[in-house]
């Protein structure tokens, strides 16, 4: 067996599942996805832990003549954590090949089986983690357009002062208008966050999310069924559920979603049908118990703000505190100086 080549994409192979379970873990709070990695990397590692000693005796980097070929290296363009995942998950695949015909070529037919039997659980974790970064809601505001409340400004003006402002994920939900209105409308804001890389939720349609090419899609309790969102939406888009109680909470984590909405956290007069404020002991309850990403919501205001950061919020929805503010980037910078002064603070 060629020891050094072996040890080289055995190395090669164990440190791409490095960076994916780093990702999971560090980036997205994945504990699944964290252990999904941990046990690949432990299975690939025992393995060829028989040969280790060998394979540890014939590296040698300072005479490896693919070492100034990579230092070479153009640029390769990467940038943000899909492209990061994708040239990683490559990097297992194909050093996972190489073993596997490696230990082929040398008669190890039993541990090449092994080998192929990772490289195809590569294939699958390269997929969920995938679909986990492209489906991960942006930390910090979460904007969502109210026209009633904007005082005057359509609901494509709000969308481009709160891009302009920073937000960096932004809802759709408007309850007034015709279908074919809103689709008008959601694709002009489409253009709108695309072009700015802010994420785009809209509210309660699957099929105008689709139609728009939106990130995904935030339905209610009464609206649709999660798992038919998810067929209709596919595996990468986001979901978000609203929820107002321990028991819908415990339900949305059997669920195939990214976020739940946890409120009215105050009241709130932005929605005709809303439920009573289901106040700040279940946003307690949603930060102890609940594994899923959450969004404060309902009634979240500049002077109230304080009481919500009390707990380990990431996401917060504001409407009318935003849309309808004269200037919306002056909110803004103030809502995130509170946010900031909190984190200092702990």
């Known amino acids: 067996m060629d020891y050094r080549k ?20 560090f980036d997205l709070n994945r504990e699944d996805l964290t252990r999904e990695c941990r046990s690949l990397r432990h299975d690939l590692r025992t393995l060829f832990a028989p040969r280790m000693a060998q394979l540890i005796a014939s590296r040698d980097s300072e005479t490896d003549v693919g070492v100034p070929v990579s230092r070479a290296a153009a640029d390769d363009g990467r940038c943000g954590l899909p492209s990061v995942i994708a040239a990683n998950s490559k990097r297992i695949q194909e050093a996972l090949r190489v073993l596997e015909e490696s230990l082929k070529g040398n008669g190890f037919y039993e541990e090449a089986k092994k080998a192929e039997a990772l490289r195809f659980r590569s294939y699958t974790l390269e997929k969920k983690v995938t679909a986990a970064v492209l489906r991960r809601l942006p930390e910090g505001l979460y904007g969502i357009t109210a026209e009633k409340f904007a005082n005057g400004k359509g609901n494509v003006r709000s969308v481009r002062e709160m891009v302009d402002a920073g937000i960096r994920v932004i809802q759709y939900r408007e309850k007034y208008r015709t279908m074919k209105e809103k689709a008008a409308e959601a694709k002009e804001i489409r253009k709108i966050t695309a072009d700015a890389g802010v994420v785009f939720i809209v509210n309660d349609h699957p099929d105008l999310a689709l139609l728009c090419e939106a990130d995904g899609v935030h339905i209610g309790q009464d609206d649709w069924n999660p798992a038919d969102v998810r067929r209709i939406m596919g595996d990468t888009a986001i979901i978000g559920l609203s929820t107002h109680n321990p028991d819908q909470a415990q339900a949305a984590m059997r669920c195939d979603i990214d976020y739940i909405g946890c409120g009215p956290i105050f009241q709130t007069f932005t929605k005709d049908d809303v439920c009573a404020p289901v106040g700040l002991d279940y946003l307690n309850y949603v930060s102890r ?40 980037k002056a909110m803004v910078g103030a809502l995130n100086e509170k946010i900031k002064q909190f984190g200092r603070n702990q």
Not at 6 to 25: H, I, K, P, Q, S
Not at 309 to 315: E, I, Q, T
């Open 289 to 328: 118990n609940v594994t899923l990403p959450y969004v404060a919501i309902g009634g979240i205001k500049l002077n109230n703000i304080d009481e919500v950061l009390k707990y380990p919020v990431r996401h917060i929805a504001l409407v009318s505190e935003i849309v309808g503010a004269d200037d919306v």
């Open 6 to 25: 072996t040890d080289a994409n055995l190395n090669r192979a164990c440190e791409g599942v490095r960076v994916l379970e780093d990702t999971v873990r």
